[in-house]
């Protein structure tokens, strides 16, 4: 996927994935990866910038193999972000699949 595209897309995909769940980063980079080419150096930075949006919150939980892990929950306010964001992707997904499809 071109670096452009992704960077515009992994903040929803941050809050996507944890919707359902906290999750420490290591973890979060592991779902990412699922699904795009993302580096360790582009998601922690991401995850920083959006705990500072206060669109997460973080907190120390210990952890059965090793040092005490930090992980990442999604705020109320982060919650309202991702249904905006995804409104909005799925609206231009719409747009440009339209456009598109105008000449075959």
């Known amino acids: 996927m071109n670096k452009q595209l992704k960077k515009g ?3 929803i995909c941050v809050l996507h994935v944890l919707i359902d769940r906290d999750a420490y980063g290591y973890e979060l980079l592991k779902e990412l990866q699922s699904a795009l080419d993302v580096k360790e ?4 930075p991401i995850l920083t910038r ?4 206060n669109l997460l919150t973080s907190y120390m939980a210990p952890s059965s193999d090793g040092p005490p892990r930090k992980y990442y929950k999604i705020t109320e306010t982060g919650l309202k972000e991702y249904h905006a964001k995804k409104q909005e992707w799925l609206s231009f997904q719409e747009v440009i699949t ?3 499809n105008l000449k075959n």
């Open 98 to 100: 339209d456009f598109l």
């Open 9 to 11: 897309v992994l903040d």
């Open 50 to 53: 959006l705990s500072k949006e």
């Open 41 to 44: 150096s582009t998601v922690y």
